[in-house]
């Protein structure tokens, strides 16, 4: 990590980041402007509590300890330089092991047709590794041909040899997905880890 980028990220995080847009209809998005980063995961991946941290407040995305509770997906404008979209969570509906039609339409909807949507972090609970139904949605994302990378969320509650062995496995699985980028990060909310790190790879994109 170069140290310049590194700051610069964390002037970008540490600057004025406001709530814009929200919607469940893909026909009423916001117009397309700046370069777009989406948070996908599925439900009580702990996605709000990154967005979060990764921003340096504490409810810009709004936290629910209902899970599925989240039906639209909402913009949050980040220094006039860089839009973060929270997307509803999925795979609450009795463990399904396939996507919901209503979620899979309107996420497909946005992620195929945003042109303005440059990468796409993919939120992996650590504690149980990349599930079945987080690779139905990887298979979309690679469909769709739009950047991902994973996001390894709670990783402080693992052990040190159980952390590094979902992440060789995260590594292995990403290799196998034409979408997906080789950059994986292993972040915690709560301890603060690896979100400079992640920070650093999003500003990039502006």
């Known amino acids: 990590m170069r140290g310049a980028d590194a700051e610069f990220a ?11 847009w929200g919607t469940g209809d893909i026909n009423s998005l916001p117009p ?6 989406a ?5 009580n991946v702990g996605k709000s509590s990154l967005i979060n941290a ?15 509770r989240t039906r639209e997906i909402n913009f949050f404008n980040l220094s006039g330089k860089l839009v973060l979209c929270d997307l509803p969570g999925y795979g609450y509906a009795k463990a399904s092991k396939t996507l919901a039609a209503e979620w899979q339409t309107l996420i497909f909807a946005y992620l195929s047709g ?3 949507l440059k990468r796409v972090a993919l939120l992996i609970d650590s504690r149980r590794g990349v599930m079945d139904i987080d690779l139905a949605v990887m298979e979309l994302l690679d469909r769709a041909a739009v950047s991902y990378g994973l996001v390894l969320t709670k ?19 990403a290799r196998r997905h034409t979408a997906a980028l080789e950059e994986i990060h292993a972040t915690s909310s709560r301890d603060g880890i690896g979100l400079t790190e992640l920070r650093t790879s999003l500003a990039q994109l502006t």
Do not use: M, W, Y
Not at 10 to 20: I, T
């Open 54 to 68: 990764v921003t340096n407040r504490k409810g810009l995305a709004r936290v629910s300890h209902t899970p599925g």
């Open 39 to 43: 948070f996908v995961g599925r439900s």
């Open 32 to 37: 397309q402007s700046l370069p777009e980063v």
């Open 10 to 20: 964390r002037k970008l995080f540490a600057g004025p980041c406001d709530f814009f």
């Open 114 to 116: 945003r042109a303005t």
């Open 155 to 173: 990783i402080d509650e693992l052990k040190p040899a159980e952390a590094e062995e979902t992440l060789a496995a995260s590594a292995t699985e």
